[in-house]
């Protein structure tokens, strides 16, 4: 299949006259490629695996070692760090799956099905089709990256339907836009809300944010993600990201649509939908099923976590407040609501749990790349050469690429801020750069790494029915232009922020 896949791209490129412009010819390239070279997400994890064992190797790292002190968070060797932070990722790991679950409840509801419904017959065009996926996906991750990976998956998966000659590897890919490009920079952004949060920012870290003159050791919202400078940056790669998306799409001639690619799309709502709410007719109704059948224990489900959210927030940011078991509970609430019989909400995280499969398999291995690089001293060292390469304009560009490139290799915003945040906000308040600004910096180059790997597509794909290399070659295309795009914006805005 990968082989008739690349030769079917191979002769789009070569072929046709409706082949779009050089950008649209570059994204088909590298689509041709990756779906001939890239291995699949699990492959790509694997061969991460030992790229950073032997960049450990290389810069000095001991193989074997462990530390004398039994609570000691460094000084372990590779192989004792990738054991470590192999089941690190575990909470997280669950918590990824509930979002998934939860997300694809929400997304499959009568209303919101609906909505996705209607949304998607607004495009009428294959290349309108992918740019207005991508627009709809940015939006929605700046809202919540969660939702946004099953809410625009679903919803390409719609458009491709409405409008059968557009390219679904350029839907696939246009979906996922989001969690590359503006997530990190809205509401739900990891190291934004950390740093905002006395309960989730550590106390090192905290430390060094007083020693930047916030007394109370936290930087709020308004200092990082709701700064005009972080505003108008976010905006200038939504723009971008969603110009790139029209200027990519791929003309009728090269389109490999979804019939192409052996995939059935059935409609989301209405006759023929694989989730149309209607219990099975041949199912015989017991006295005893009135239980699954009735609202009434949904309902009351959902009162008592209303009761609890209420207090919970209370007296608290709400931003600040929310973090991902609370983004978790607030779905699975809603997702009670909007099916509104437990048998409805029953049947839809069945059929979603296939799309938590990849994430069940990956993370740990992730946790163990993690690990090589927290516990040991590759993180330090790391940073360290980006301090000595910078001076004022220049540390924040390089905090972006630098962020970037860790996040490859370590995909966790949250977590990967909590180990880099002492020495990146340390090396700022030396430079003379605004702490705020560098969470933004920070969070627009963790956000690109998902572009070039395949960590975060996996929900993602798992609903489109796609493989890695069916969209990578796009979202490759859509880093060369977005990337630079916040480079550019950290750098010329820097000095308007600097301390």
């Known amino acids: 299949m990968a082989d008739s896949h690349a030769k079917h791209a191979k002769q789009d490129v070569e072929s046709g006259a409706d082949g779009g412009g050089p950008l649209a010819q570059v ?11 890239l291995p699949d997400a699990f492959g790509f994890v694997l061969v991460g695996t030992f790229v950073v064992l032997l960049f450990g190797l290389v810069t000095g790292e001991p193989l ?55 949304l998607a017959r607004i495009p ?18 700046y809202l919540n990256w ?88 976010t905006l200038l790669v939504y723009v971008v ?38 219990r099975e007719e041949n199912e015989t109704r017991r006295p005893g099923d009135w239980l ?22 209370s007296g608290k940011n709400f931003f600040s407040a929310l973090d991902l078991n609370t983004v978790n509970l ?38 163990g790349i993690f690990g090589m690089i927290a516990y040991t001293g590759i993180s330090a060292r790391l940073a360290g050469w980006l ?12 905090v972006a690429i630098y962020s970037c490139i860790l996040g490859i290799f370590v995909p966790s915003g949250g977590s990967k801020w909590v180990i880099e945040a002492p020495y990146v906000l340390q090396a700022a308040n030396e430079l003379k750069v605004d702490a705020g600004w560098m969470v933004v910096v920070y969070d627009l180059g963790e956000a690109s790494a998902n572009l070039l790997q395949p960590f975060w597509m996996l929900p993602t794909l798992a609903i489109l029915g796609l493989k890695a290399r069916d969209i990578m070659g796009y979202t490759f295309t859509m880093f060369l232009a977005c990337f630079p795009a916040a480079l550019i914006a950290v750098t010329l805005l820097a000095p308007h922020v600097t301390g």
């Open 124 to 141: 009428q065009t294959p290349r309108t089709a992918v740019a207005f996926v991508a627009a709809v996906a940015m939006l929605a991750s």
């Open 387 to 398: 301090v000595q390469a910078s001076n004022q304009f220049l540390f924040p560009p390089l």
């Open 330 to 367: 607030i779905l699975f609430l809603l997702a009670l609501l909007l099916h509104w019989r437990p048998w409805r909400m029953v049947r839809a995280v069945r059929d979603g749990a296939p799309a938590a499969a990849g994430v069940l398999l990956q993370f740990p291995l992730y946790g």
């Open 292 to 313: 699954e059948h009735s609202p009434l224990f949904s309902l009351l489900i959902v009162l008592l976590g209303a009761v609890y959210l209420v207090r919970y927030f």
């Open 64 to 118: 074997l070692k462990r530390p004398d002190d039994p609570a000691a968070t460094k000084g372990f060797g590779l192989v004792d760090a990738w054991g470590l932070g192999f089941w690190s990722l575990i909470t997280f790991t669950l918590q990824m799956v509930m979002i998934i679950l939860g997300g694809y409840a929400v997304a499959t509801s009568g209303p919101v099905a609906r909505l996705i419904a209607r």
């Open 241 to 278: 990201g969603v110009a790139m998306a029209w200027i990519i799409a791929p003309g009728e001639d090269n389109s490999r649509t979804a019939e192409h690619l052996g995939i059935e799309l059935r409609p989301l709502v209405g006759r023929g939908s694989a989730y149309n709410g209607q």
């Open 27 to 37: 994204a088909l390239r590298f689509t041709a490629f990756t779906e001939r070279w």
């Open 146 to 233: 969660a939702f946004s990976l099953v809410f625009a998956a679903i919803l390409a998966r719609e458009v491709a339907r409405n409008v059968p000659k557009a390219d679904y590897r350029a839907l696939g890919a246009m979906a996922f836009l989001g969690l590359g490009t503006v997530w990190a920079q809205g509401l739900s952004g990891s190291a934004a809300l950390q740093v905002a949060s006395a309960s989730s920012s550590p106390a090192p870290v905290q430390e060094v944010i007083k020693a930047s003159g916030h007394a109370s050791g936290l930087i709020p919202l308004s200092d990082t993600i709701f700064t005009w400078q972080a505003v108008l940056a």
